[in-house]
């Protein structure tokens, strides 16, 4: 059974950082494709980075350059690494691995 549990979230002001965590049980992240996705208030659930097995990454052309996400295959968790934080980055995060989800971390930035 995969579990995936997000943690890092919180309140920060613009221009500011934080580090989400996404830790898995039953599956090994470094083996597959791990994305994390931002749900804004009244919007739907869009892609914000991703890392393949291969190590490869892809961002979206808005967090481009400020977030960076990385993995620690000996912990077998995945990070999502935020830094000059916008107000547009408020939502909810998830990790997501093979149709997977956790169960979200809410990221307020205020301005």
């Known amino acids: 059974q995969v579990q995936l549990v997000e943690s890092g979230g919180g309140l920060v002001q613009s221009g500011g950082s934080l580090r989400l965590s996404c830790a898995a049980s039953g599956i090994i992240l470094s083996l597959n494709v791990v994305g994390w996705y931002r749900q804004a208030p009244g919007k739907q659930r869009d892609l914000v980075a991703r890392?393949?097995?291969?190590?490869?990454?892809y961002y979206a052309d808005s967090v481009k350059g400020r977030f960076t996400i990385t993995r620690d295959i000996a912990k077998n968790t995945v990070y999502l690494q935020m830094n000059s934080l916008k107000p547009e980055d408020t939502g909810v995060y998830f990790c997501?691995?093979?149709?997977?989800w956790g169960q979200g971390a809410q990221v307020t930035v205020s301005s």
């Open positions: 890392i393949f097995s291969s190590g490869t990454t």
């Open positions: 997501n691995v093979l149709k997977q």
